[in-house]
């Protein structure tokens, strides 16, 4: 059985970062195509970022050069690095196995001053 768990997320200031972490069992992520998604209230879900097996990224517009996706496959974790966050950047966080139906839990992230 699959399960991804996050974590990582919290309350932050504007400019400051966070790491989310997403350990997985249950599945090999090294051989997986990942991504990061988010929801605010209110909002539909929405991709923030990809990494493939092979190591390739891509990012949402407005988190480019901001966020970094990453993976150890030596831990089966796959993070995502958050600087510069924005107050709209708050949301709950997701990672996801793209193209099959499993999710994690969520993690908060919350940027206010």
């Known amino acids: 059985q699959v399960q991804l768990v996050e974590s990582g997320g919290g309350s932050v200031q504007p400019g400051g970062s966070l790491r989310l972490s997403c350990a997985a069992s249950?599945?090999?992520?090294?051989?997986?195509?990942m991504g990061w998604y988010r929801q605010a209230p209110g909002k539909q879900r929405e991709f923030v970022a990809s990494i493939t097996s092979g190591g390739s990224t891509n990012y949402a517009d407005s988190v480019k050069g901001r966020f970094t996706i990453s993976r150890d496959n030596a831990k089966n974790t796959v993070y995502l690095q958050m600087n510069s966050l924005k107050p709209e950047d708050t949301a709950v966080y997701y990672c996801?196995?793209?193209?099959?139906?499993?999710w994690g839990q969520g993690t908060q992230v919350s940027v206010s001053s």
């Open positions: 249950g599945v090999i992520l090294s051989v997986k195509y």
């Open positions: 996801h196995i793209v193209g099959q139906p499993d």
